[in-house]
């Protein structure tokens, strides 16, 4: 097994895609979009949380909109965020019967995992997608903000498919190197290194 850093990362501490080519600049691309995405949301978040709490003590009224910013962000920050911790291998995983297998028992088991997890993923988007176009049938829209509801909702087949495309890529790896892979840019944290000279 690889002694290597778990995260593929160079020497700035950037993610680096374990994808060859053009699907690596991609996955990259991607990687800084949700980093990125994720960052501010969660800034914003904080930001609007703040002033709001200060609006109401002090100044004895808060944001009106403010809940309703908070809800667009955790939708936000969420579905971002499941791709993000899949190409990183973050996502949590019961790991008691995996850690007991040989590593090509691990490999197999993570192949499985990986190709289901892709599937649920799929159909959660489509199932999302369907979800999207019945409140944009509804023309409901927020309150406060008099956004239409179903855009606050976009991100979520967008995670599923970026989560979905990440540990179908993840199976693939899986397929074509010799070491576990968590994801297309994380090996195995639990591999036999002792045996290695």
Not at 10 to 29: A, M, Q
Not at 87 to 94: A, K, Q, S, V
Request: hydrophobic letters at 50%.
């Amino acid at each position: 097994m690889s002694d290597a850093s778990p995260d593929l990362e160079d020497d700035t501490g950037t993610y680096k895609s374990g994808l060859p080519g053009i699907l690596g600049t991609i996955d990259e691309w991607i990687a800084k979009t949700e980093a990125v995405m994720l960052a501010v949301g969660v800034i914003l978040m904080a930001v609007n949380t703040c002033v709001n709490v200060i609006g109401r003590f002090v100044f004895g009224s808060g944001l009106f909109f403010s809940g309703e910013v908070n809800r667009i962000l955790i939708i936000l920050i969420t579905f971002a965020g499941i791709g993000y911790a899949a190409r990183h291998g973050r996502h949590i995983r019961m790991s008691a019967f995996y850690d007991v297998l040989p590593t090509m028992g691990r490999k197999v088991l993570m192949i499985i995992i990986a190709l289901f997890t892709s599937a649920v993923m799929f159909f959660l988007c489509y199932h999302s997608y369907g979800y999207i176009e019945t409140l944009y049938g509804r023309g409901r829209i927020l309150p406060a903000l008099s956004l239409p509801i179903w855009i606050i909702y976009v991100w979520v087949p967008i995670g599923f498919a970026v989560t979905g495309i990440q540990y179908l890529l993840t199976a693939v790896k899986n397929f074509t190197s010799k070491d576990v892979y968590l994801s297309t840019g994380v090996v195995d944290g639990y591999a036999d290194t002792e045996s290695e000279v």
